[in-house]
């Protein structure tokens, strides 16, 4: 099993940055492929970014890319999120994923953070 604990979050006005951290425990991440989500109120989930763990490589949604950074630590069992350049309309709660392989499809990952709330104003 693994457990997955998001941070980061919090309120930022449009322009600014924020830092997301997915600590994992009860097994290392360094065998998972690590992807980051998010849903916005009354929108479906939606892919943000995902690092693949055999090979690093990084996939990114248009919406961000550019603008948001994916990295991993393994020694930490941490995944970031570095995000800049922030919009209002990257308002959502963000959740980190583990799985066995690289998909934007949600239902693919097998665990899952509680989440962490980011709002951007305008």
């Known amino acids: 099993q693994v457990q997955l604990v998001d941070s980061g979050g919090g309120k930022v006005q449009a322009g600014g940055s924020l830092r997301l951290s997915c600590a994992g425990s009860?097994?290392?991440?360094?065998?998972?492929?690590l992807s980051w989500f998010r849903q916005a109120p009354g929108k479906m989930r939606e892919f943000v970014t995902a690092?693949?763990?055999?090979?690093?490589?990084?996939y990114y949604a248009d919406s961000v890319r550019g603008r948001f950074t994916i990295s991993r630590d393994n020694a930490k069992n941490t995944v970031y999120l570095q995000m800049s350049s922030l919009k209002p309309e990257d308002t959502a709660v963000y959740y980190c994923?583990?799985?066995?392989?690289?998909?934007?499809?949600?239902?693919?990952?097998?665990?899952w953070g509680q989440g962490t709330q980011v709002t951007v104003s305008a």
């Open positions: 690092i693949n763990w055999s090979d690093d490589t990084i």
């Open positions: 994923a583990a799985g066995r392989m690289i998909t934007t499809s949600g239902s693919e990952y097998a665990y």
């Open positions: 009860g097994r290392t991440l360094s065998t998972y492929a």
